[in-house]
Every structure is written in C-alpha cells, then in structure tokens.
C-alpha cells in the first residue's frame, strides 16, 4: 500500500499538524470528528465530512469504510462500532513513554515525580485504555526547569517529528509493534489530583516542592489538575511558579524570610524556595498579605489525607460543572454599580410567601432574557467554590412550569458537590465571574455578590451597600412583589407579568419628562433677524480675513432672498445649498429660510454620485452655489443661483422679506445614512428648530461677549447650534473653513495672554565687607522696581558662608523697602520653626508699613540640622508641623486676633501684635522642595507656593501644580486666586554660549555646596559607576567619589540646568522657557541672580532680563494665515466651541490646540460616547463646563444633555431638553423599569416631519406616542 484512506478523530491543534502531512503524501481524510472550533473550521476549509463526537457518532458517519482510524489529541474513549470502520487498524497518539505513564495529564505526573525523562508513543488502540503495542516511539529529556507548559511544548514538537515515521509505517503496512510490558504500567486517571488540593508542605525538600509547582506551571493555558497553594493569614494563595532560593538562613519549614513584588522567599525542610506570583483566587496580585518573619504552615498527615478525600468525592462532578461554568452569561442586573471597594452587607426581610424559584423566574423577567444565569450559595470552603451556577429558564411557557423546573434546578444545586476552587482561574476559557446575584440557603450573603437572597428563615435579601443604594434595593422589592403578586396566576408566560410598580411608572413617564417649557416659535431666520435689531453694529461673523455685522449680514441675506422668492421659492420649497465653507454659506443658508424654503446641503467635498442622489432624490427646483462651483453640477433640471456673480443681487431690496412662512414649515433638509446605507432626507421644521434653540437656552451660558468658534460641516445638523443658534443668541461667530476645520494647530503659538510674573531672588553671593556686602542687592532692587517686576526675594541662612550674609530675610526685606517704591518685598524663605510667631509678625508688619502694604512671606520648615541651635524643640522630624502650626498663628496676629502665648510659669497671656500691618491679608509662600504631599498641604491650607528644580524636573513640577490645584479647590479655593513661583537660577545674555560659559563656574560651585544635589547628579549621571550595595543617591558617600570623576558629575549637571533647569541663554531661549512654564501653570518665575556671578555681570545681565519679563507679558501677533483651530481661538478669544470626542481627544493630544481650549467658557461634546477618560484629560486642560449631548437628526440635533465629571465611567446621555420626552421603552411599547434594558425612544416639540419620500420608513421610526394622543415619538433603534 502506498497511500490509505482514514478517519480522524481529535480536539488538539496537533490533528491539524498531523493531518497536513497525511494529505500531502496523498492520503485521504474520510472524515474528522472534533468539537474543537478550530478544526472544525480547518477541516470545512479542506472540504472534508465533519462530524462531532457523540454516543451515535457511529451511525452518523453511516457507510464510511477506511483503512486507518487515527487518534491525536483524543481525550475521549472511542465506541466499538467505530473502531471498526477502520479495517486495519486504529492508533492513538499518547503524550507520555508507555507503559511507563498511561491515562490522562501524563506529562504533568511526570515532573511531579521528578522524572528526568519523558516521550511520547504511537500505539494501537487494543484491549485496554493505553494497552496496545507501541508502533512509534520518541524520548527526550528533561531539565530542572521544565515546567507543565514546556514538557507539553516538547511533548508536540516530538509527535510532528515523530508523525511522518508512523506515517510510513501506516503506508507500507509494515508496523514495528512492540508490545508493552504492562508490569512496568503507571496508569493515571483524569480524576486524579495532587495529594491535599495542591497545598505545598514546606517539610518537604525545595526539589520535591519544585517539583510540585513545576508540574502545574501551565503559563496561559488550561491547568486540568490544580493550581499550587499556600496558607497566609488564614486565606488560601495560589503560586504561578517557583525558583530554587540560594540563602545561608536556616529557620523552621514555613518562615517567610522575604516577601515582596518579586516573590516570597520560605523555608524548605532543605533550604529555601522562591514562590513567584502570589495570587488569589480572582487572579489579583496577593504576595503583600504574606509578611517576612510570618510562618506559613504546612497540613498535618491526617489532614492532607482529609481534604484529598475530600476533593476526590467532587472532582467526578468538574466536568459537569466545566461545561456550565464555560456556558454562562454574564447578568447585568439594573442599578447595580461595579465592584470598587470590599463589600459592605445589610440586610432586608421580604414576604415569606416568595420562594428562591420564584425570584430567580423575577430576574430573568426584569433582564428581559429568556435564560439568566445566577450563582446558588454554598458552605464557604477554603479549597471548594462557595457557588454553583443555575440557570433560569422562562420565557412563553406558564409561569408555573417554569417555576417547577426551576425549583428542580435548585434542589439539584443544593445536593451537589461543589467544584475547586481554582477550577475557574485554570480554565481560559471561562470567562463569566461570579454573578451579580446569588440565591440559597446559607444563612448570610454570598461573599462578591451584590445581591444574595437567603431562604434559610423567611426569605431574606443581603445586599452589597458599596454597589446598590437602599432607594434602589426598596425599589427592586416593589418590582419582585408586584411579580409574585401576578405570578399567582400560574397559568401566564413569565414575560407577561408586571414588574413596574405605579410610583416607578408615573416617575418614568411623568417626572422625569416633566419638561414644558415656554418657547419663542419664531422662525430661525426671525429669531436673528430679532437679534439684528438688538446688536446691529456688533460682529456677527467672521471667516478668515472677512467679517460682518449683523446688520450687514443682514442686508446682505436679504438680497438673496429677494431673488430666490422671484425664481419661486416660497414655503417648503427645498433649496440645494452647493458651497464651501465661506461667508456665502451663511449668507445663502439664511437667504433661502428668508425666502421661506428649507436648504439642502450639499457638501462639494461629499462624491458626485452621493450630491447627484440628493439633488435628484430632493427635486430641489433651486441649487444656490457659487460661480467656480457650477462646473461641477451636472444631470439635474433645477435653476442655478449663483450667489457671487448674479447681478440681481447686487441690486436687491435688503429689507426683510415676508415669505409666510411658519414654524410648521421647513427650515432644512439633511441627508444622513440609515442602517440600510442609502441616505434618507430628514425634514426638520422651523418650530422644531424654535424648540431646540429653547432647549439650548437651558443648558449653553453665554453673555454679550461670548464668541463660539463653528467647525461642523453644514451637512451635519449640529451645525445648526454652531451657526444659527449663535446668530439668534448675539454670539461672535468665527467659521473655520473647509480646510482649517480639522486642523488642531499649525504649529507653536504663544500663550501670553496668560501673563507671567518675575522676581529677583537673593540667596548668597559674598561682595566682601562693609556696605558693598548688599551693594547687589540693592542695585538690583533699584532695577527691578522701575522695570515692571513683582517682588524681590531675600533668604533666611544661617551657620555657613554660602549664604551667609542673609540671617535675617526682615533685615534685608527693611533695606529693599527703603530703596523701592512698587515691588513687593518678600522673604524667600523665613524659617518658621526657629522662631517665635508674634516676633515674625511684629518684623512684618513693620516691612508691611514700610511699603505700604508690599510685604509677602514665603515660609519653609528648614531642613539643615545645625540651624536649630536656635529653636531645638522644632529640630526635624517637628520642623514641618512647626512650620504649619505658625502659619496658623500668623494669620490670626496679622489680622489682630489676640492669641495667647505660655509665660515661664506655664500661665498664658494673650497678645496682639504691633505694629498694625497696612495689608489686610498676610500673603504667604510655603516654600517646598519637591514632596508631593506638602503641595497637598499648601493647597488644603490655602497658601501660595515656592519651589524650584533642584532634584526634580519641570514635568515633575507640573504634576505636583495639578495636586496644588486640587487641593485648593477641595479646600474651597479658586486656584486662579493663588500663585506658583518657581525659583530659576537665570543669567541672559545676547550668545546663548557666552551665557553657558560665564553661568558654568560659579554654578557649579554653587551645586558643589549642596551635597544632596551632587548626589542627585551622580545618580543620574550615566557614566558614574554606582558603589556596590548602594541601593539609591541618599545612601552615597561622596568622600568615596574621586575629584575627575566628582568634576565630571558637577559638569553633567550644570548641562542639565542650562538645558533644562534655569533661565539660561538669550532672550528667545528665555522667552521659549517662560511659555513652557506657563503652560504648567507655573505664575511666577523668581529669578535668582546672586550664585557667585561678578556682580557688575550680573547688573548688566539684567537688562536682558528684563526684556524677557517685557516680551513674555506682550501679546504676539498670530500669523494672519494660521486658520487652525488652535490659532482661531486665540486670536478671537473664543468662548465657545462643539466637538465630537474624537476631535475633542485630537486637541488634548496637541499642545497648542490643548493649552487654547483653556480660553474656552464652555466645551460642547456630542455624536459619540464619551468617556471618563477623556474627560479628566480635557478637565486637565480647561476650566470650561464640558456639556455631554445626544440626539439623533430626527429629533432635531441633540435631546439631551449631561454635564461631564471626573470619574464617571461613560457620561450619561443626560436628561431631555425642553418639551423633550425620553423613554426606555419594550417591545410592546411599555416602559421598563429603572436601569433595564430596552430600546430608547424620543418624543415631544423636537420630533421632526419624518424621511422625505419615505413614507414606510416614516411609519416604522416614527409610531404613534403611548403617553400623548396625537402625538409621534420616534424610534431611535438604541438600547
């Protein structure tokens, strides 16, 4: 024989591999028998019979003779009666060397008996499982760090290989058989399991427990045995892998001598092992509840052989239960929220007339579904699932059959075994979790339930209060009474019963839309013609270089329309409107609703073939376009006018005109695309247009200023808001064009608008003895007071001669009070801590009177030890209360509260501080070197904050501004009303190099005085060769740093701060450092001048300096050619602006479009589903109200609204607009209860015409309103 023919059977991707080869030596498949998807779709693919297993597989392959029957991958006995449609034979592919391992998981017993072989054999299927001769053999070798996954990779690999021998043998019919000696035979059975459910006795040697965990390390595949565990704290962990641990530590088998992310080192009875991937049952990280020095223990004898009694008496039930669990649905049960936190139980007692059945027939009603899975409690086990799955069935069939099969089912589930624990983490293909909703009999919640109903004493209801609220709960009782109430009546369908209650009907129907509202039924085009009269000479329009009044665009829209009512045009005559973006759009668009028509849009930029349907479809008999337009129309009959050329215009009246139109009229007709693809003409009248502008009035502020920037094509009737909802309102309107509409930003645009402040900031610089000492300080204070700077900073340093001539920041702020007359004087930093408070506010309020009302504390807590000599009860770890506790103080003696203070003998005098400052308020700096949570503090205590980069970077600090900010508002401040000032080391000068090479010097003298920034540096510093042992930068001894190598560090780091770090370089380099500041918020930068620069270069660098403080505050002219949306919105100082989230997530992504949207006063977002996540990442950005809308054409724009917050998951689609009714209706058009599923329907004012021409469409959308006689509501097919 030189080919066969066969018969397949297998459920591995290996029959694939194997059946490839058989077929391409010639060879014929006769038919395959799988369940397994993949193969059926391969096999179906090659065009072969397929069939699945079954006891009457027999008879489904009927007549089917081959030669050979192969069986690869086959877990399944195989009947007699097909063993013998093969007439020479059947073979069977084993992964494991018989006779040695026989039966199922071969390779996994294996390892586990810490083989150091394995193979896999070929056999014919005779007499017993496992039993018939060996034809084809493969054995390889096994290493200490095999595990399940990789013995079964290997075990594949050696069937391939092996395949093409027996293939030869097969095809010659000379077969090399070898009969097994059966003496040598270890049989394993698919019921077998590791001794004790897998638990790890830490008696036993590190190989034995290697061994163990290696066997069950299947990686991401299905695990069929168990997955190893361990004992912490009274909870069961699982164990992913594990490693030999090399200590010299001896301690009891069990000790925890490490526990961290990387894994837990324990005690063996030989050593020690690494357990790596601590998990729990729900497959989340768990190694934190195993500590170091804690003893996990190990089962006793009698013990271990109880529980594996014990799981063996529920392992023959796993794969029932498999085969459920991989079935179930998952269950969305109305108004429960997602799991956030651990759950919190109470509890509620319900009518003991109402069984388990009858709430489980309740919830598939309430879901709506004709199968609902849910969990049935069991007796909490720490190696054995606490639940079961049931399955409701109910659907047609009465009430009381479902009932009676459904209490069946629960029986069943409360005689039977549970299954382990861990079967559902080794299963991939389970997908369901534990359900929302339990029921049973255990006396008490089942843990990870939101809903658990007990019949152990009456029926009881345990619910999860961190998911559903008690309103909810009550309401969910109402509904199932109502069900059982009607379920009385056994003899109606489960779907039929009643689960609304009268209150919850009346909500949905009458509260919740209660949305009358007076509105103004003016036509669009009145509605602006009203507003014309109001704001005539006021900006109406803007496009690019062009712009209007209202009066003009007006004027210039009446004209038109007086022509277009001479070719004909009168109420409800459809108009085709053919242009780009441009004046004329908005011209022709109002000129056809004056005339009294509706316009047709007709994008130029949409293909031929979809304009020439709407033209045709619309039989509009008028097209308005414009002259280089007309080309590009063909096939149609309809009069052209064109809007820049025709001479008819130029001489029209521009007086209103009187069309007659009515708010039952048209005002537009737009074509939108069904789920059919063909596009449908939506006709929307003027008062549903009149209806929607009132709608907007209740959700869009605005005011005489306000200025919203249109970006929406016209074919999408969201332009509706953007261009004639603007007009009627008095809005500026800026319209992008067709090709500057999706464009974010063309490029860097600076952001003056925002302002920056600058300072001078002293903090040590030596000019020798005598007056000359503070002669710098002093000229530049001179200089910064006429040059337009805020404030100058002087600072408190004590015990060292960096430094050294500011002990005193009051000493020094008194001689720049004396020296100024408009800057503030400000102490950078007055160490709190080591002093008295009133004597802080008596030095204050004397530089306060001095200036009159200039004076400005930054206060920090001191971090040099030796400085507390001066106060040595405050000396760290007390400095930082200290600091915050004098603050405290502070505010009340500035504002002459009288606050007592201990005399010697321990009495109190209360004080008030002399003298009176001038400033009502002590403004106050906490200065704060980088920790995040003292940005916290500063912003709870509602105080300014200074800070520099030292040791962290500006991206560091932009985060650090965002938690500030959030703390000022969470304390009840506005953070427009507070400043960052950030501290830069600054030195400008004409050549950026020349600025390098005299800052280089002395800044690298100044970092070589602070030890903690050399150690910063070095750690960064990618050629430094970290000290063995040193684990971070604090734990450096710099002693140990050579002087090259120390020079080298100081060098990387001056580069780092002239880069990055300071105001370094030119004016434009320092005009490109401010703008990259104030767009993280920073308010302030406090320059400081004084770090061993010659003091005549430093006076000179300043009028650089100062030039940058002029320049960063000028508004810069955008380009006149910039049309993208982020120059739009500077340039016109927009308001306003409607977005689809897509497009809103493309301007957080650019910067400039991003720190633009900070202008805006509200942000309009529509047309998708937005998420919670772009919506921080727009709160990041801008101030504005970000209004969420929905609605589909045919209801005119949006219905609803909602405004975003943080954290909400998908925003809401909101609540109805005015005279707008929202249902969440069924089939039969009754309400569903709050939070069901159904399908939402819109009614009210906003309901439009219908589909033009399209009268059974028209009827199917658009059906008569359940809750308003005469009335339509239209169907938006959404659930």
Known sequence: MTTFSSLIIGDGSLLIQCAERLLAKGNTIAAVVSQNPEIIDWAKGRDLVVQEPGNDLASRLGDIKVDWLLSISNLSLIPDAVLEKATLGAVNFHDGPLPRYAGLNAPLWA????????????????????????????????????????????CYAAAIESFDAVLEQLESGNLKRVKQDLSQRNYCAGTDRPAAAARIDFSKSTEDILALVRGLEHGDYRNPLACPKISAGGDILLVTSAETALTDEKAEPGTVFDSNVSGLIVATGNGAIKLLGVKNFEGNTAFERVKQGDVLQSLSENAAKALSEEMASCVKDENKWLKKLKAMNALEMPLVGPKKSEPQYASVKIDDAIDLATVGLFIARLTEQNQVDLAYAKPDHAYLSSWVPVRVVAGLEPVSNAHACFDKVLKEAAAANSF?????????????????????????????????????????????????????????????????????????????????????????????????????????????????????????????????????????????????????????????????????????????????????????????????????????????TRSADVGNLSGHSASVLEIDTDKRIKTANTGNIDSGVTDQNLAYMIYTSGSTGVPKGVMVEH??????????????????????????????????????????????????????????????????????????????????????????????????????????????????????????????????????KNIGVRSGSCVAPLHHPARIAEEWAVIDNLTNGRAGLGIAAGWQPDDFVLRPENTPPNNKTAMYDTIKVLRKLWVGEAVEFPRQDGSMHAVVTQPRPVSKKLPIWVTIAGNPQTWIEAGELGANVLTHLLGQSIEEVEGKIKLYHDALRKAGHEPA???????????????????????????????????????????????????????????????????????????????????????????????????????????????????????????????????????????????????????????????????????????????????????????????????????????ELTKAPIENMYGPTETTIWSSSETANIGQGLVNIGRPIANTQMYVLNDTLDPVPVGAVGELYIGGRGVTRGYWQRPELTAERFVDHPFARGAKIYRTGVL
């Not at 018939?132 to 760090?145: A, K, M, P, S, W």
């Not at 029921?439 to 939101?450: D, W």
């Not at 000179?1100 to 910039?1122: H, R, W, Y």
């Open 111 to 154: 390892l586990m008996a810490k083989e150091r072989q394995h193979g896999i054999s070929w056999h014919m299927i005779e007499g017993g499982v496992d039993e018939g001769d060996v034809i084809e053999q493969r054995l390889f070798d096994l290493t200490d760090h095999d595990t399940a996954l990789s013995i079964n990779t290997s």
């Open 420 to 624: 382990a624990r861990d079967l559902i983490i080794r299963e991939p293909e389970i997908t369901a979790k534990m359900p929302v909703l339990a029921l049973g009999n255990s006396g008490k919640a089942l843990t990870g339930t939101a809903l658990s109903f007990d019949a152990t004493d009456g029926l009881v209801l345990f619910y999860d209060t961190t998911r559903i609220s008690k309103d909810a709960v009550d309401l969910l009782i109402r509904r199932l009474q109502l069900f059982a109430d009607e379920a009385k009546d056994g003899e109606k369908p489960v779907n039929a019963l009643s689960i609304l209650p009268d209150a919850e009907h009346s909500l949905i129907v009458q509260k919740w839309n209660d949305t009358a509202t007076e509105i103004d039924l003016s036509c669009v085009h009145r509605q602006f013609e009203a507003q014309v009269k109001r704001t005539p000479e006021k900006t109406a329009v803007v496009f690019e270089g062009q712009s209007l009044s209202y009066a003009e665009l007006n004027a210039q829209a009446n004209r038109v329309a007086h022509v277009l009512a001479e070719m004909g045009v009168k109420p409800d005559t459809l108009v085709g409107l053919y242009m780009e973006r441009s004046m004329d759009l908005l011209v022709g668009a109002l000129a056809i609703q004056k005339a009294g028509g509706a316009y047709v849009p007709l994008d130029p930029s949409y293909p031929a073939d979809r304009i020439s349907h709407y033209i045709n479809d619309s039989g509009a008999p008028v097209i308005l």
């Open 687 to 820: 008062g549903n247009v009149a209806n929607f502008f009132a709608g907007m009035d209740q959700r869009i502020s605005h005011d005489d200023n306000s200025v919203w920037l249109a970006v929406t094509s016209l074919s999408f009737d969201i332009s509706v808001l953007e261009l004639f909802y603007t007009l009627a309102r008095g809005f500026k309107l800026v319209i992008s064009g067709d090709e500057s509409r999706s464009l974010v930003s063309s490029g860097r645009i600076q952001t003056t608008d925002l302002g920056m402040d600058f300072s001078l900031f002293f903090w040590g610089n030596d000019d020798g003895p005598g007056p000359k000492k503070y002669q710098m300080l002093l000229d530049g204070a001179r200089f910064a007071d006429e040059n337009g700077f805020c404030a100058v900073w002087t600072p408190e340093r004590h015990f060292h001669a960096f430094g050294g001539p500011y002990p005193n920041p009051a000493l020094t702020g008194a001689a720049v009070a004396a020296v100024t």
């Open 977 to 1179: 009303d507070f400043t960052v000032t950030l501290m830069l080391h600054s030195y400008v000068n004409d050549d950026r190099e020349k600025a390098r090479e005299i800052a280089r010097g002395p800044m690298k003298e100044y970092m070589a005085s602070a030890a903690g920034l050399i150690k910063k540096s070095a750690w960064d510093f990618p050629a430094f060769k970290r000290p063995k042992g040193v684990e971070n930068s604090f734990e450096l001894n710099l002693s140990l740093v050579e002087p090259d190598e120390l020079d080298a560090i100081l060098e990387f780091a001056f580069e780092r701060y002239f880069e990055d770090s300071g105001l370094f370089g030119t004016v434009e380099d320092c005009l490109d450092r401010v703008e990259q500041l104030k767009r993280i918020g920073v308010d302030e930068v406090a320059c400081l001048i004084d770090y061993g620069i010659a003091p005549d270069v430093v006076l000179e660098g300043l009028k650089p300096l100062a030039k940058v403080l002029q320049l960063a505050n000028k508004t810069e002219e955008i380009d006149p050619n910039d049309f993208s949306i982020a120059a739009q919105i500077m340039r016109h100082k927009v308001t306003h602006m409607q977005s689809t989230p897509s497009m809103a997530r493309m301007l957080a992504m650019n910067e400039e479009a991003g720190h633009a949207l900070r202008r805006l006063d509200q942000l309009i977002i529509g047309g998708e589903a937005l998420s919670a996540s772009l919506v921080s990442e727009l709160k």
